[in-house]
């Protein structure tokens, strides 16, 4: 079961205002840039971002009803920026359930598997 959305809801509003700038030079961190599905305003979440090959892989520790995850299936597409790095370009994104949590590291699948979350968008690199 993934984390609840309220928890969600209250790190969108204080916790990521204030450790995301700081949370995003760590390993797998970064910025997601996408656009308001119903409002076009641009937003940045603070996201871990495993990119495997030519796909980008992200844990829904949050379930399939956040915002983020909605502006990102209604537009198709998103990017993602760490310190750093040069952006990457996502599109394509579908959704994946992997109860082996094999489509992230290995060490990020135990605390994974305690909090119990098994579903994943993966998303084709655009180049």
């Not at 993602?80 to 290995?106: I, K, M, N, Q």
Request: glycine fraction near 8%; include cysteine.
């Amino acid at each position: 079961m993934p984390l609840p959305l309220a928890l969600g809801r209250f790190n969108t509003r204080v916790t990521n205002r204030i450790i995301g700038p700081i949370l995003v030079r760590f390993p797998w961190y970064g910025w997601l840039f996408h656009v308001g599905r119903r409002t076009g305003r641009p937003y940045r979440t603070p996201i871990m971002l495993y990119l495997r090959g030519d796909r980008g892989v992200i844990a829904l520790t949050y379930g399939e009803r956040t915002q983020w995850l909605k502006n990102v299936l209604a537009a198709g597409s998103c990017t993602f920026e760490s310190p750093g790095d040069a952006p990457v370009h996502l599109a394509s994104p579908e959704f994946v359930h992997d109860p082996s949590r094999r489509l992230v590291p290995w060490i990020m699948r135990m605390p994974l598997a305690v909090l119990r979350v098994s579903d994943f968008v993966v998303l084709r690199v655009v180049t």
